[in-house]
């Protein structure tokens, strides 16, 4: 119950293209939801998070979509640049515990030129 | 901007030593964490440290694993006595509070058992 599913395991799009890697939990006591961009060699850094009071936020190109009844939420990376070529992880926590991060298994975005 | 420093980059210890990875946190954060990756897969929580105290640990950080906060700005883990599968990258990471305030990684640590 603890777990983050996270999906597709690779995706390779191209320049200009859209990004969409998505994720579904199960324990309803998640209420933060962080995407993580990772390069290699690099720890993850915070890109963009989303709390289930709402069901968008946008900043710049990436956009989280998040849907509360069907506990799903995704990445959308709109005019994906080879710079966005990384491994994306989502995440969930809950707030007022120790806020452990439960990560998904990642996703590797190759942005073709 | 203010990061996470984490030394030695990589760490190449032989079974059964014991190691301890350093963690310098962003300077006003109160919450540290570590977590590890080993290679190809997901990001694990080991433990949460809070006033000096951990608030909570996983499965994996047995008997084994120790963290430390012994002055104002390091944070360390250590591993008694390694074992062949602690072989992994290991994050630490810090935010300024909890009320999921985001939590800043550094770039880890690669640590090697031979």
């Known amino acids: 119950q603890q777990q983050v599913k996270q999906s597709p395991q690779s995706l390779i799009v191209q320049k200009g293209g859209i990004s969409i890697i998505n994720c579904a939990y199960e324990?309803?006591?998640?209420?933060?939801f962080p995407w993580y961009q990772q390069f290699p060699g690099k720890g993850p850094a915070l890109l963009i998070a989303?709390?289930?009071?709402?069901s968008e936020k946008k900043e710049g190109r990436f956009t989280i979509s998040f849907n509360k009844s069907a506990k799903q939420f995704s990445l959308h990376i709109m005019d994906s640049q080879p710079g966005d070529s990384a491994t994306y992880f989502c995440?969930?926590?809950?707030?007022?515990?120790?806020?452990?991060?439960?990560f998904g298994k990642g996703t590797k975005l190759t942005v073709n030129p | 901007e203010p990061e996470v420093t984490q030394t030695p980059s990589h760490q190449v210890t032989q079974m059964g030593q014991e190691v301890i990875l350093r963690c310098v946190p962003i300077?006003?954060?109160?919450?540290f964490y570590w977590y590890r990756q080993i290679l190809g897969q997901k990001v694990e929580f080991l433990v949460s440290?809070?006033?000096?105290?951990?608030?909570?640990k996983s499965e994996i950080f047995d008997d084994q694993f120790s963290v430390e906060r012994p002055d104002g700005s390091n944070f360390t883990l250590k591993i008694r006595s390694t074992k062949l599968e602690d072989s992994a990258m290991y994050f630490c990471?810090?935010?300024?509070?909890?009320?999921?305030?985001?939590?800043?990684f550094g770039d880890g640590t690669r640590l090697s058992i031979l």
């Open positions: 990471a810090s935010s300024v509070d909890i009320g999921n305030q985001p939590q800043h």
């Open positions: 324990n309803t006591a998640f209420d933060y």
């Open positions: 989303i709390r289930p009071d709402v």
């Open positions: 995440a969930a926590s809950i707030q007022g515990g120790s806020e452990k991060l439960v």
């Open positions: 300077s006003n954060h109160l919450y």
């Open positions: 440290f809070y006033n000096n105290e951990i608030s909570e």
